[in-house]
């Protein structure tokens, strides 16, 4: 899910929130490349009341460093992505 949708789809009061978007009880965890933005819309989260919001400290350049699975995607698949309504992060 892109950054600029997060709150209006993860708002579980909102009028076009993703269906997994069922209570402030949800459990979201948002990342990043560093976990810069992560950090920010994590909080941004938890001001909303999704409580359980976090992030991925270091973002996916410390998960890849620590050794932890990356999917590489392959050059005979190209790389569709699906309409932002349909995923969630």
Known sequence: MER???????????SHRAPQATGHDLRVVVFCDEGYASSLAAESLRRLGLHRATDLIGGFQAWKAAGLPVLV????????????RRHLA
Request: proline share 17%; net charge positive; hydrophobic share 25%.
């Open 4 to 14: 600029n949708e997060l709150e209006w789809r993860l708002d579980p009061l909102g």
């Open 73 to 84: 995607p392959t050059r005979s698949a190209p790389h569709r992505r699906a309409p932002s």
